[in-house]
């Protein structure tokens, strides 16, 4: 694709979802930094995504971490949301934050603590289809620190059983991406290190089973576009986490430590079609805002989703493919190469005024007055997170 009015319409579908916890407190081990007007509950974290949503014009979805947001009525969360013009997305459980979990959640060699957690990830379906949610996103901690602490392939093997009872509970439009990381908490295993360790569970479970790349969770030098081309070629990339990383998973700003990776990563999909709504690619961020302002931040975030996608869709499909068949290596890299280098800003400036949005949401956020309300109105504590 090439032509700008053809990207406009890609960019005006495109689909970006913010996670509710990103919302929220959050720092490091060394300190959580407490920040004035931060989302009580999961219902202000909804006035949040419906904010980022109202002036961006692409982000009508928020992803739940249970029991973060565990509500006593998922069904008057969702009217809540739609009622803001956004909806529920992904269902992310939570098994890593209990004792019980210290040796593994579904992992673990303890039937009772498996037992546990198969039945957190079944309510976490249940809630899933209160909130007509497509997507169940499963991260798991689990992993071992000293070889020989526990059999490897009876933790795969576990894994298996422990996914295959929530994948045959879930309604047939969900799906179960399966996250992986090479590291952390665990540092001589995690049972689920890597995209070859996701795709192997997912191939045993079924097709609505499919790998989610969060693309902080990988080595240093880790080339995830390619990950990305192998895996929509395998018809199971699942969603993105999307973040950016210098060291480890830093969960900093999308776009903000290495744009050219991102603009890479989205060459990949539009070549193979894979922004197409058809690809059912669930595109989501996965952050945390230690120092900065959040909803101003998650702006920030999506907008640099918006370039780096604007910028794929301007690659020259048709100079790329000749140079490519010429076996001309500089042409076809000179074809990539400026469509990264071309300043999209202007033309979504444009887009967004074509779409009766703000063509400066950033500024339109400051403008509006959110920022003091929430600082006056929301005292008295905050939501439950990585801060709590
Ligand atoms: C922990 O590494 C993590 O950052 C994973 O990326 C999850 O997706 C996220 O937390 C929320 O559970
Ligand atoms: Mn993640
Ligand atoms: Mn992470």
Redesign the pocket.
């Known amino acids: 694709m090439s032509s700008w009015a053809a990207a406009a319409e890609v960019l005006r579908a495109q689909r970006i979802e913010t996670p509710s916890w990103a919302y929220g407190n959050s720092g490091t081990r060394f300190k959580v930094f407490a920040q004035r007007g931060i989302p009580r509950d999961p219902y202000e974290k909804i006035d949040d995504a419906a904010k980022v949503h109202e002036l961006t014009g692409v982000a009508p979805s928020i992803a739940l971490h249970i029991p973060w947001d565990r509500v006593e009525d998922f069904g008057a969360l969702g009217r809540y949301a739609a009622d803001r013009g956004i909806e529920l997305g992904a269902i992310n459980p939570n098994v890593f934050q209990e004792d019980d979990y210290r040796l593994g959640s579904l992992c673990n060699p303890d039937p009772g603590v498996r037992r546990k957690a198969v039945d957190h990830l079944l309510e976490c379906v249940e809630i899933g289809r209160v909130t007509g949610s497509g997507v169940l996103s499963v ?1 798991m901690a689990d992993g071992t620190n000293y070889a020989g602490q526990d059999n490897i392939r009876a933790r795969q093997d576990r894994l298996h059983e422990g996914l295959r009872e929530a994948y045959d509970r879930m309604p047939e439009n969900m799906r179960l991406l399966l ?1 992986y990381k090479f590291f952390e908490p665990h540092f001589y295993t995690m049972d689920v290190p890597d995209w070859g360790t996701s795709f192997a569970q997912c191939l045993r479970l079924g097709e609505r089973a499919q790998v989610l790349v ?1 693309t902080g969770h990988h080595a240093p030098g880790t080339n995830i576009e390619f990950i990305v081309a192998v895996l929509l070629r395998e018809g199971r990339l699942g969603g993105f ?1 999307f973040n950016s990383r210098n060291y480890a998973d830093d969960d900093l700003i999308v776009g903000a430590a290495d744009p050219f990776q991102l603009f890479r990563i989205m060459h990949e999909l539009v070549s193979a079609g894979g922004l197409d709504p058809a690809a059912n690619v669930a595109f989501m961020l ?1 952050q945390c805002h230690n120092l900065e302002p959040k909803v101003p931040a998650m702006i920030r975030s999506v907008l640099n989703v918006q370039e780096a996608t604007a910028k794929a869709l301007l690659v020259d499909a048709g100079a790329l493919a000749r140079a490519q068949a010429e076996g001309d290596v500089l042409g076809a890299n000179a074809v990539v190469m400026d469509a990264f280098n071309t300043d999209v800003r202007p033309r979504l400036a444009e887009l967004r005024e074509d779409m009766g949005l703000d063509p400066d949401p950033i500024a339109a956020y400051h403008r509006s007055g959110y920022q003091e309300r929430i600082e006056a109105e929301r005292t008295g504590g905050a939501a439950m997170g990585w801060g709590a």
């Open positions: 991260w996250e969060d986490h996965d």
